[in-house]
């Protein structure tokens, strides 16, 4: 495993997106089945604790100069707190615009029956992968843009035809990694962008051939244990030079300092026993086209 240097390395331009996002209001928040490891209906969060950790979160974000809009949570929906799988916003050639999610579970496809609207009328167009939300499962969670593509997990939670709907419809290069721990199902459980060149990254959450593919895509790698990353430090968010992260351990906040990043703990605890934090409650919309991603006309994806 490489491991951090706690030198000053080449300077790295601060990440353009995740200064928007969209939150969704925790009324309804509870674990009523289990398709995560985390969940267990027998140990419900309490809803008053639940609702300040997401309060203080969104004035955290806030405070840092991050424009948050909120929607509104279905009562039929306890996971549709966890924003970040609503959809893929992107702003591209057409506008803004999100990339609905077409969930794997069914317990969540109602989510974005609610969604889908409220998007259109902050004036962002939505379109499905696929046709009419019933081609390959997506689920928002697994992408990230870095580098020169749109990263893409698959395997539990997003097929891999969904990549090349992602490329085609979008006009971008995706490359896909192919995620095998039942803890990491989505890629923002093991990997997060920091800045252009730096990332925090868990290879345990792959399968080899995509862990080395994930580790030669990023200059400048933060490299996770399995057990660092199942305090959730890698679900985390950041604005400008601030990582705003549920849990960091010793060793990755002494390399995160040392490249010049500051950290804001957030407890968020009780979103846990959903199986998501700080990354799964936020949903950046504010990703460009030709400015974080390159434009590529006709689509292209990568596999490892």
Not at 228 to 243: K, P, W, Y
Request: hydrophobic fraction near 40%; aromatic fraction near 6%; charge should be negative.
């Amino acid at each position: 495993m490489t491991e951090p240097t706690t030198e000053q390395t080449t300077e790295s331009r601060e990440l353009e997106w995740g200064k928007h996002y969209v939150m969704v209001r925790p009324d309804h928040f509870r674990v009523d089945y289990v398709i995560n490891p985390y969940m267990d209906t027998a140990v419900q969060p309490n809803p008053e604790r639940a609702m300040a950790q997401w309060e203080h979160l969104v004035e955290t974000l806030r405070g840092l100069g991050a424009r948050v809009d909120v929607l509104g949570q279905r009562a039929d929906a306890p996971d549709m707190v966890y924003a970040m799988n609503l959809g893929l916003g992107v702003v591209g050639a057409r506008g803004p615009q999100v990339v609905m999610s077409h969930m794997r579970y069914a317990e969540r496809r109602m989510e974005t029956a609610t969604a889908e609207p409220w998007f259109r009328e902050q004036g962002l167009a939505t379109s499905y992968v696929g046709r009419d939300g019933v081609g390959a499962h997506f689920e928002a969670g697994d992408a990230f843009a870095f580098g020169d593509a749109l990263v893409v997990g698959y395997g539990p939670r997003t097929e891999e035809l969904a990549l090349k709907h992602l490329a085609t419809d979008l006009g971008i290069r995706v490359r896909g990694l192919r995620i095998t721990h039942p803890g990491m199902y989505h890629l923002d459980l093991a990997f997060c962008p920091l800045d252009e060149r730096r990332a925090l990254v868990c290879p345990s959450a792959l399968d080899d051939e995509s862990a080395a593919a994930l580790l030669a895509m990023v200059p400048e790698p933060l490299v996770l244990t399995e057990e660092e990353a199942l305090t959730f430090c890698a679900n985390s968010v950041v604005v400008g030079r601030t990582v705003v992260m549920p849990a960091c351990p010793p060793r990755v906040r002494e390399q995160l300092e040392a490249w010049g990043f500051e950290i804001v703990l957030v407890d968020i605890g009780e979103f846990h026993l959903g199986g998501g934090s700080i990354r799964c409650l936020t949903n950046p919309v504010d990703v460009t086209v030709g400015r974080d991603l390159p434009a590529v006309p006709a689509g292209e994806v990568v596999l490892p």
